[in-house]
């Protein structure tokens, strides 16, 4: 990625860092993308997620230049992505590969640093990357998560303006994830746009200003992390019952209108229902409950009920979505 001249992190001025318009991508017969209008703004930090197969992998593909739609249109900062990528304006930091095992993480970056006609300083990116103190370790003994990191540091030496990342924080520890976002946060807040597909459901709830959720090659919900939880319908009531016989109780709560399921763990009780609020009137008045909680179905129930995956696993999430 050779880039001729130098640029800020919010790239050119546009209202749009990535526009997909009527995006369709087909392999032979398989439709992998259906149909996907996307805009990703400035600055913003965006979570991309998807089962096995919703076309994430060829979505993120032709932003990246990699492959052309077979119909519709994909944009970066208002030019072809090759042409951004040529601008040095976009980078990517990929799960596996891209290492040279004997080289240390200095020379890896130093080395990267070349193939640019204008770079950030190398002792930048690796404090920018929370690897200067491991800047004199071979790469071979570096750990998965400290590897990730240097992908990362690599991809800052053009300071580009559209980072994309797959699964970045694969290998880290609990403490690791914290400072890479804060990292990217950071970022983001001098105007790089990032976008990145992770299977950790809970770190795109944390970090993302906005989570695109993919199915079938379509988008089936955009929004911050409350508004995809928002739209899984109904909510879970918890309660604990000490009375040893909750059969007619448990009976009669499924007989009420909009329950889904009810489970019974010990003296905990939980009901899955689309009106809580009878649920619990019932609870409060015809039962001995106590502790009573209302809760909101969480990311993970949102996920599974708008891409209708009912054997959904998290860890496939990381897995090649071509087709």
Known sequence: MMTTEPHHAAGPTTDAAVRLDGVRKSFGRVEAVRGIDLTLRPGEVV?????????????????????????????????????????GLVAAVMQTGGLLKDLTVRETVAYTALLFADTK????????????DIADRKVGKCSGGEQQRLRFAMALLSDPALLLLDE??????????????SSIRADASQGRTVLFATHYLEEADQYADRIVLVAGGRVVADGSGAEIRGLASGRTVRARLASP?????????????????????????????????AVARYLLTRTDARDLEIESKGLEE???????????DEQHLSEGDRR
Do not use: C
């Open 47 to 87: 979570a991309f997620l998807g089962p096995n197969g919703a076309g994430k992998t060829t979505t993120i593909d032709m932003i990246l230049g990699l492959s052309r739609p077979t119909s519709g249109t994909v944009t970066t900062f208002g030019m072809t992505p090759r042409a951004a990528i040529a601008r």
């Open 121 to 132: 300083p190398v002792d930048e990116v690796l404090d920018s990357a929370g690897i200067t």
């Open 168 to 181: 970045p924080t694969t290998g880290m520890d609990v403490e690791g994830r914290r400072s890479f976002w």
């Open 245 to 277: 016989d909750t059969t007619a109780h448990i009976e009669a709560i499924r007989s009420l209108g909009g329950v889904d399921g009810v489970d019974v763990r010990g003296e905990q009780l939980y009901v899955h229902t689309k009106d809580s609020d």
């Open 302 to 312: 949102a996920f599974l009920s708008l891409t209708g995956d009912p054997h959904h």
